[in-house]
C-alpha cells in the first residue's frame, strides 16, 4: 500500500468520487474526503461507479477544511494542490511518498484560503481554450505520476 493520499474537496459528483475509491482501491492510496460534499456520502451513491471496490478503499472523512488541516498538522504531510491556476506541470513536479494530493470541486476548484494554505500546486497541461479535465481523470494522471515517481521505481 502507497502512503499517498488523496483528498476530495467537497466533491459535487458521486461518480467521480467513486472512481476514485475504486482508483485508490485499486493501487492502495489513501483517500480524504473534506466535507460538505455535494451529495449524501453513501454506499449507495458510491457504488454505480465505485462498484464493489468501496469496501476495499481506505476511505476517510473529514466534517470541513478546519478538521482536515488539524488532522494534517499532526502528520506533517505536504499538500499538493492541482489547480488550473498553477504554473508548474504536474510531469515537471517532485512528488513525495507522503504528499496529499489535493483536488477541487468539480463546479468551482478550490476557494483561495484553501489554494494559499497549499504547499505547492501543480497544472495538468491542456491545449489552450479549454476549462479543466475531468476530476476523476486528472486525479488518475497525477496519482500515476506520483506513484511512479514514489512507489513504482
Known amino acids: 500500500m502507497a502512503n499517498l493520499r488523496l483528498a476530495l474537496y467537497q466533491p459535487d459528483i458521486p461518480g467521480n468520487t467513486g472512481t476514485i475509491l475504486r482508483l485508490a482501491a485499486c493501487l492502495g492510496f489513501g483517500v480524504d474526503i473534506i466535507e460538505p460534499a455535494g451529495f449524501d456520502i453513501s454506499d449507495r451513491n458510491l457504488k454505480r461507479s465505485g462498484m464493489d471496490y468501496i469496501a476495499a478503499a481506505a476511505l476517510t472523512r473529514h466534517v470541513n477544511w478546519d478538521r482536515f488541516e488539524e488532522w494534517r498538522a499532526t502528520t506533517g504531510r505536504r499538500l499538493v494542490l492541482a489547480s488550473t491556476k498553477a504554473s508548474v506541470p504536474y510531469t515537471k513536479f517532485e512528488f513525495r511518498h507522503d504528499d496529499i494530493l489535493l483536488f477541487g470541486r468539480e463546479s468551482a476548484g478550490v476557494p483561495d484560503h484553501v ?39
Open 115 to 153: 489554494h494559499e494554505a497549499s504547499d505547492a500546486r501543480v497544472i495538468v497541461p491542456m491545449v489552450e481554450g479549454q476549462r479543466s479535465i475531468n476530476v476523476a481523470v486528472s486525479a488518475a494522471m497525477i496519482v500515476g505520476e506520483a506513484m511512479r515517481q514514489t512507489v513504482w521505481i
